[in-house]
């Protein structure tokens, strides 16, 4: 078996992050690097490993991290956000459990492009 994701030891409190929302199925906390004013990582308690395979293998699951990011942009900026996935090393994951970067507040110019 695989080791745990550092995004599975962050859920266990293994390692220290601020969880700022959480359902039954995602959580989400703040980046530890943050690239705009609110960046925070929209995760499935799941580990899949990229976007593809969490799409094709539990779109409802996809869906509702979209609502979770949806509300905290709500919450935390004026509404307006951009999620990105980062899908592959050359793309600049580095995590390899599925996490959607989100981003809001203020103007996002091209340098909230994370990974880029
Ligand atoms: P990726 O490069 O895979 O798209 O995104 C991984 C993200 O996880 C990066 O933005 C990085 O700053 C964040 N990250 C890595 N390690 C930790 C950590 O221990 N705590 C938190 N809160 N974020 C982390």
Request: hydrophobic content about 50%; charged content about 20%.
């Amino acid at each position: 078996m695989s080791e745990p994701s550092i995004f599975t030891r962050i859920l266990q409190g293994e390692i220290p992050a601020t969880i700022v929302a959480e359902t039954d199925r995602v959580f989400a906390i703040e980046d530890i690097a943050p690239q705009a004013a609110v960046h925070l990582l929209v995760i499935p308690k799941t580990p899949y490993r990229d976007v593809a395979e969490l799409a094709a293998g539990d779109p409802t699951l996809l869906a509702e991290m979209v609502a979770v990011a949806h509300d905290l942009a709500a919450e935390r900026a004026d509404g307006d956000f951009r999620l990105l996935f980062n899908t592959g090393a050359g793309a600049g994951q580095t995590v390899f459990h599925v996490h959607a970067h989100l981003l809001a507040g203020g103007s996002l110019g091209e340098k909230s492009l994370v990974g880029a």
